[in-house]
């Protein structure tokens, strides 16, 4: 099945603990993204990735980290979590780039920071 | 910039009415037109899409037509079912680009 994995689901951390949240997708694509979705602010983009090595910051990526070493998996690093950055996560992925193919989405990581 | 804008939520119809969640865009060129939808719990999924002006998007019922002239890509369903209960959310990407641009959303509750 074609698919975007994220995981943990679920995490619960204290502020400072570094973490990795991981995403991997098995539809061979070439363009991956990570997005936060907080209430009232809707989806905003952290990083995004056009391929092996080549990575971009999107909108808010202060306090995040990336890396992409395989064409497969783009993890998300959070150096020193902040409460700030309890949030909704998802990692995307789609074909080459946005244009006009549309996004395959994991099932999303619930991070709460405290 | 580019932007989108879609209507506020929450929308709360009755199992069968028909529903419009309305979807207008500002860009420069002929960018590609999204609906998404996102069931509680889950992440979003492309629900249609449209490349070009005219084009019509459809899947599981629900249609939206690419106009070019109004700036808009209206959601519709002739039917809903109260398993259309979900957020609703409009994108639109540039061709070659590397940006989606999401709308805040809309709520659809659908009561039996």
């Known amino acids: 099945e074609a698919q975007v994995t994220q995981n943990p689901r679920y995490l619960i951390t204290v502020t400072g603990k570094k973490l990795t949240v991981t995403c991997s997708q098995n539809?061979?694509?070439?363009?991956m993204s990570w997005y936060r979705q907080d209430p009232g602010l809707g989806l905003r983009q952290i990083y995004y990735?056009?391929?092996?090595?080549?990575?971009d910051k999107g909108d808010v990526p202060e306090g995040y980290k990336v890396s992409r070493k395989e064409k497969r998996n783009f993890p998300l690093i959070l150096e020193s979590p902040s409460p700030n950055q309890t949030s909704l996560y998802f990692c995307?992925?789609?074909?080459?780039?946005?244009?006009?193919?549309?996004?395959?989405f994991g099932s999303g990581t619930r991070l709460t920071v405290v | 910039g580019d932007s989108v804008t879609q209507m506020e939520g929450p929308v709360t119809l009755s199992e069968e009415a028909f529903l419009t969640i309305n979807c207008t865009y500002t860009?420069?060129?002929?960018?590609?037109l999204f609906w998404y939808v996102q069931y509680p719990g889950e992440g979003l999924q492309l629900l249609l899409k449209?490349?070009?002006?005219?084009d019509k998007g459809s899947n599981k019922g629900f249609e939206a037509t690419y106009r070019k002239e109004t700036t808009s890509f209206h959601l519709e369903k002739g039917s809903v079912q109260v398993s259309d209960s979900a957020v609703y959310f409009c994108?639109?990407?540039?061709?070659?680009?590397?940006?989606?641009?999401f709308g805040a959303g809309t709520r659809l509750f659908v009561k039996a």
């Open positions: 539809m061979n694509h070439e363009y």
């Open positions: 994108a639109l990407s540039q061709t070659g680009g590397f940006k989606t641009i």
């Open positions: 990735s056009m391929n092996v090595e080549v990575t």
């Open positions: 995307a992925s789609s074909y080459r780039d946005t244009g006009g193919y549309g996004y395959t």
């Open positions: 449209a490349t070009k002006a005219d």
């Open positions: 860009a420069t060129g002929y960018p590609s």
